[in-house]
């Protein structure tokens, strides 16, 4: 499966609005691939498939995932949009066949982040976040996308850092992959200037 056949398959299902954020997403990502030299295709198959719930009613998302006996944190049936990628990524790999495990660890944790992303991984999370019309709507980001020339990694720390902050200042719950992943990015970055480098 590439991503130009799974952009057929979904562009039945998808509305336009959201194969239109796709499609940024897809062509941003593979810019980030091919500029850190990373395995573009499977960076454009995970950016394709990744918002393929994005656009059903939360209750729907809620009622998949039970019906799929999906592990539910608490977070997540607080604000059921956060299963969007857990269960884009079994629909992929049952329904369409994509067996690739970093693809679909790609798709399922590409709202929060993962301690354990590859940075073919970050490339598609960066793209999500940056792609024109978010900067667009949000100019805060703008600083994530420039970030996002010199490390991706970087670039990941900085946009959960925004969106954690935002969370504290809304009172609003955060999901412990973004505390966890934001931990792992840090102390990666403390190891670094610890050995001088
Ligand atoms: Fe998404
Ligand atoms: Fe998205």
Redesign the pocket.
Known sequence: MDYVRLREYMSGEVPAKMLAHIDRVVKLAGFFGEKYGLNVSEIKLAAQG??LF?ALPQKELLQKAKDMDLDIHPVELNSP?LL??PL?AIELKERFNIKNPQVLETIKW??TGHPEFSLESWAMFIA?KVEPNKIAKNSDLQIVSDIAGESLEKAALTYIDIRINEALQLGLQIHPMSIHTRNTLLSKFDAISNSGG
């Open positions: 990744h918002d994005r949009v969007h990628g884009a590409h709202t999500d």
